[in-house]
């Protein structure tokens, strides 16, 4: 999927000030292949392809049959549930700035809560069929 895209739904989300309030993903395999993250503004859900990762907006009804467990008590999801959105960009980017510019989405960089409150920033990484969850810093 391409940078402008993926970060597009993510960047409605940040403009709206979307809390977490549930994060799902699949039990196949020991990492997710798809995470399905519902904020109070919508619902994203995130998959790994082979140039990177998919990022899509999810109409409320519709449910992913993968995506089947609550991973909300996982790590790093209970840090920032019930928490905003504050930014996201690529891997990579330090603050986001130019990255429109980018190609293929590898790396999702994360931010919850504002710069002054004890930000948490997760980090979401295609890498190959799973996806890399981890908490930055």
């Known amino acids: 999927m391409s940078t402008q895209n993926g970060l597009e739904i993510f960047e409605r989300a940040v403009d709206a000030r979307g809390r977490i309030l549930r994060v799902e993903g699949d039990r196949a395999q020991p990492a997710p292949s798809v995470l399905v993250l519902t904020f109070d503004v919508g619902r994203i859900v995130v998959r790994p392809e082979e140039d990177g990762l998919r990022v899509e907006a999810l109409p409320a009804p519709q449910r992913l049959p ?47 809560r504002e710069e002054s409150e004890n930000p948490k ?13 981890s908490l930055d810093g």
Do not use: H, Y
Not at 75 to 80: C, G, M
Not at 121 to 133: D, H, K, N, P
């Open 121 to 133: 920033i997760v980090q979401l990484e295609a890498t190959g069929s799973q996806l890399r969850v």
């Open 66 to 112: 993968e995506a089947s467990a609550v991973l909300d008590d996982e790590e790093p999801w209970w840090r920032f549930l019930g928490q905003p959105i504050t930014a996201a960009w690529p891997g990579g980017v330090a603050d986001g700035v130019g990255a429109r510019g980018l190609g293929s989405l590898m790396v999702l960089k994360l931010r919850f």
